[in-house]
């Protein structure tokens, strides 16, 4: 199993364009996030799903859109994007039987110039 | 809502020290607590759990005891290695249904030979 994957790994943007950013997991797991870790300030959650068709907004969610089209894919979207938004991002799972523990992708790092 | 409270870094020992590194919570019932580990380059992984109170979560020689009286999580091994470098993370997640978790932002530790 891959488990949780993601891409691009890296990804250099100008300000005001945009992209997606691509989760896919193989653990059938039914929840999903996206979180964004900058210096000092730990993860911070964006979006979440519960399930395939559900998505739902995490602390920091402005400037961010995301799908869950299927169920073994979370997509994360930033439509203009802005230097502010210059952060590693995570994607990780979680199983309904027992979410309490968070399988985390490898991270993709993003610099908006 | 939960937040988490741990001690910054970053922390330098050399191989074979003693580790601590504190953390402290506030939430409301009986949260669950976790420590999470990310190496470099790498995303976050599981270290250790525990769900209720004087439970002791261990693996790969760290342990951490979950203590109510004093809301704390405190991690500890008793002799570090080098390959234990990496950035350590607590976290609190509310019982019941969803309920999101809550990071710490990290203490990184640096083990010298």
């Known amino acids: 199993n891959a488990g949780v994957t993601q891409t691009p790994k890296f990804r250099v943007l100008k300000t005001g364009q945009s992209m997606t950013l691509l989760c896919a997991q193989d653990m059938n797991h039914e929840y999903m996030y996206w979180y964004r870790q900058d210096p000092g300030m730990g993860l911070r959650l964006i979006h979440y799903?519960?399930?395939?068709?559900?998505?739902a907004k995490g602390e920091v969610p402005d400037g961010y859109n995301v799908s869950r089209l299927k169920k073994q894919n979370f997509l994360l979207g930033l439509e203009s994007a802005a230097p502010s938004q210059t952060s590693v991002y995570f994607c990780?799972?979680?199983?309904?039987?027992?979410?309490?523990?968070?399988?985390f992708g490898p991270g993709t790092r993003l610099t908006v110039l | 809502g939960n937040s988490v409270t741990q001690m910054e870094g970053p922390v330098t020992l050399s191989e074979e020290a003693f580790l601590t590194i504190n953390c402290t919570y506030t939430a409301t019932g009986y949260p669950s607590l976790f420590w999470y580990v990310q190496y470099p380059g790498e995303g976050l992984q599981l270290l250790l759990k525990a769900t209720k109170a004087d439970d002791k979560g261990s693996n790969k020689g760290f342990e951490a005891t979950y203590r109510k009286e004093t809301t704390s999580f405190h991690l500890e091994k008793g002799s570090v290695q080098v390959s234990d470098s990496a950035v350590y993370f607590c976290a609190t997640r509310r019982p019941g249904g969803y309920q999101k978790v809550t990071f710490g932002t990290g203490t990184k530790l640096q083990v010298i030979p």
């Open positions: 990780a799972s979680s199983p309904l039987t027992d979410h309490n523990e968070q399988f």
């Open positions: 799903s519960v399930g395939e068709g559900t998505t």
